[in-house]
């Protein structure tokens, strides 16, 4: 299947610094992404949905100047977390679809992002 | 609006025993349904999908799933369990093929020697 890369797969941060999660599709390309948030032993939460060219779609209650999306190219969007504090501390994960029609979502491995 | 029920945040069952996660669905159009696993600190893996073609849906690593729409159910079943299927499963829907997939809550599954 499609390949999706995200990194890094693990960052330790200060409270206050940001920090930028690259998700890419390796051997396809997708006008849209997809970021997730995922907390410990719960489901996935759909955070917003990236789009390439344009601004991304965020979820209900989800703050969109802390959670910068950038989708600038089919196959690389990037999220970065401004201020961190430490309740960001989470497990990121991002997926995506091929351009043509597919009913498969290929996801990245996952980023822990811790933040103290 | 669509929407997965998983039963059993945990599952255990002994090496060799049936596996069942079940999955139950709400949407109002058509739904297309995934069956994914997550291993520790990794995305996810998708095991299975149904896209309204066949109701009984092979997938990878011995699983399966039956869509039965009477039921709104999307069962993952495997008859004989391995140590390495131990892992967190999540069901989930979307509407159409581009839609966003709404996530079950995600069962854990436990395999004992």
């Known amino acids: 299947g499609a390949v999706v890369s995200q990194h890094p797969s693990r960052v330790i941060c200060k409270s206050g610094t940001s920090v930028k999660i690259e998700c890419r599709s390796l051997d396809f390309q997708a006008t849209t992404m997809f970021w997730y948030r995922q907390f410990p032993k719960q489901s996935l939460m759909l955070m917003a949905t990236?789009?390439?060219?344009?601004?991304?779609?965020?979820e209900q209650g989800v703050e969109k100047d802390k959670f910068l999306i950038n989708h600038a190219s089919l196959t690389l969007s990037t999220l970065t977390v401004t201020s961190a504090h430490p309740e960001d501390s989470s497990f990121y994960i991002c997926s995506a679809r091929p351009q043509a029609y597919h009913t498969e979502a290929f996801f990245g491995q996952g980023t822990r992002l811790t933040v103290v | 609006a669509q929407s997965v029920t998983q039963l059993g945040s945990h599952v255990s069952v002994s090496e060799g025993a049936l596996v069942l996660l079940r999955c139950n669905y709400s949407s109002s159009v058509p739904p297309y349904l995934f069956w994914y696993v997550q291993y520790p600190n990794q995305g996810l893996q998708l095991l299975l999908k149904y896209t309204s073609a066949a109701t009984l849906v092979k997938g990878i690593n011995g699983f399966e799933a039956e869509f039965k729409k009477s039921e709104t159910s999307f069962h993952l079943t495997k008859p004989s369990a391995h140590m390495r299927d131990a892992a967190e499963y999540f069901c989930?829907?979307?509407?159409?093929?581009?839609?966003?997939?709404?996530f079950g809550k995600g069962t854990k599954l436990s395999v004992k020697p």
């Open positions: 989930a829907v979307s509407k159409g093929s581009q839609g966003n997939l709404i």
């Open positions: 990236s789009n390439e060219g344009s601004k991304a779609t965020y």
